[in-house]
């Protein structure tokens, strides 16, 4: 699990722009893991996330389950075991339009898993930005005082 | 299957934008099986899906020929996808860039193989 710097107490449970959610461990005793993308204190975006990958790192099958809204779930995605089916992974892109506010996992109790998802580009997507146009100068010019009047 | 959650009834029956459609089982007696991704009631985004999976976990023997209609009534000629761990692909991944509309999706193949359908709404138009 990540260590936030001890100093970032304060700024770890405010949603930090761009910042990747990161999470890999063992699947615990109850075989369940849950995980709020959007609402976790220390690394959430404060909003779902649009992209990112969920591997299985065991040599059993695992499950997963995504939520658009932390209430109704996706039906039940199952990762195969490592090196036994394929893929053992799944990646999620902006294009696929999925938000990912929380994520569960089932699995055997003790298995690895690894989760990266980020927050995914503003929708209003890239906006060209054109420096304004200018005069090109002109050639340098001086003016003696004897020829004014 | 999915659990949702108890208090969300109503809402199982709206679509909810960002949701992600997900079945996998195996083929019925019938040898076919039919999915209406626009109008599910459970999971249906209520338009057609733009990205996602379709994935075939036969071991018996057999092809698994998947159709796929951007409109629930035209559907396209079949795709064969071969069985698993013998050939490949297995699968076949349809991306936002594909322009393909996902309404409806048509499976048949030899009843109790197992097949997984993973089928996304794709982003908003910009």
Same mark, same amino acid.
């Given at each position: 699990?990540?260590?936030?710097?001890?100093?970032?107490?304060?700024?770890? =449970?405010?949603?930090?722009?761009?910042?990747?959610?990161?999470?890999?461990? +063992? $699947?615990?005793?109850? /075989?369940?893991?849950?995980?709020?993308?959007?609402?976790?204190?220390?690394?959430?975006?404060?909003?779902?996330?649009?992209?990112? $990958?969920?591997?299985?790192?065991?040599? %059993?099958?695992?499950?997963?389950?995504?939520?658009?809204?932390? %209430?109704?779930?996706?039906?039940?995605?199952?990762?195969?075991?490592?090196?036994?089916?394929?893929?053992?992974?799944?990646?999620?892109?902006?294009?696929?339009?999925?938000? $990912?506010?929380?994520?569960?996992? %089932? #699995?055997?109790?003790?298995?690895?898993? #690894?989760?990266?998802? +980020?927050?995914?580009?503003?929708?209003? /997507?890239?906006?060209?930005?054109? +420096?304004?146009?200018?005069?090109?100068? #002109?050639?340098?010019?001086?003016? =003696?005082? =004897?020829?004014?009047? | 299957?999915?659990?949702?959650?108890?208090?969300?009834?109503?809402?199982?029956?709206?679509?909810?934008?960002?949701?992600?459609?997900?079945?996998?089982?195996?083929?019925?007696?019938?040898?076919?099986?039919?999915?209406? &991704?626009?109008?599910?009631?459970?999971?249906?985004?209520?338009?057609?899906?733009?990205?996602?999976?379709?994935?075939?976990?036969?071991?018996?023997?057999?092809?698994?020929?998947?159709?796929?209609?951007?409109?629930?009534?035209?559907?396209?000629?079949?795709?064969?996808?071969?069985?698993?761990?013998?050939?490949?692909?297995?699968?076949?991944?349809?991306?936002?860039?594909?322009?393909?509309?996902?309404?409806?999706?048509?499976?048949?193949?030899?009843?109790?193989?197992?097949?997984?359908? &993973? &089928?996304?709404?794709?982003?908003?138009?910009?």
């Amino acid at each position: 699990m990540a260590r936030p710097h001890p100093t970032a107490k304060e700024e770890a =449970s405010t949603p930090l722009p761009g910042h990747i959610f990161v999470r890999y461990g +063992a $699947i615990n005793a109850t /075989g369940d893991v849950e995980f709020s993308v959007s609402g976790d204190k220390r690394d959430g975006f404060g909003r779902p996330g649009r992209s990112g $990958i969920i591997v299985n790192l065991s040599d %059993h099958n695992m499950i997963f389950q995504i939520s658009a809204d932390g %209430h109704k779930y996706s039906n039940e995605i199952t990762l195969p075991a490592f090196g036994v089916g394929f893929p053992n992974f799944m990646q999620i892109t902006y294009d696929d339009g999925v938000l $990912i506010h929380s994520i569960r996992l %089932h #699995g055997v109790a003790g298995d690895q898993f #690894g989760i990266v998802i +980020a927050p995914g580009r503003n929708p209003e /997507g890239f906006i060209p930005q054109f +420096a304004p146009a200018m005069e090109e100068p #002109g050639p340098l010019r001086k003016i =003696s005082k =004897s020829k004014v009047k | 299957m999915s659990h949702p959650h108890p208090s969300v009834k109503e809402e199982a029956s709206t679509p909810l934008p960002g949701h992600i459609f997900v079945r996998h089982g195996d083929l019925p007696a019938s040898g076919e099986v039919t999915f209406c &991704i626009a109008n599910d009631k459970l999971d249906g985004f209520g338009r057609p899906g733009r990205t996602g999976i379709i994935k075939y976990d036969g071991f018996k023997g057999g092809e698994l020929l998947v159709q796929i209609s951007p409109d629930g009534q035209k559907f396209s000629n079949d795709i064969h996808l071969l069985i698993a761990f013998a050939s490949y692909p297995n699968f076949i991944e349809i991306k936002y860039d594909d322009r393909i509309y996902i309404h409806t999706i048509r499976l048949r193949g030899i009843p109790t193989e197992h097949y997984s359908i &993973i &089928i996304m709404p794709g982003r908003d138009e910009e």
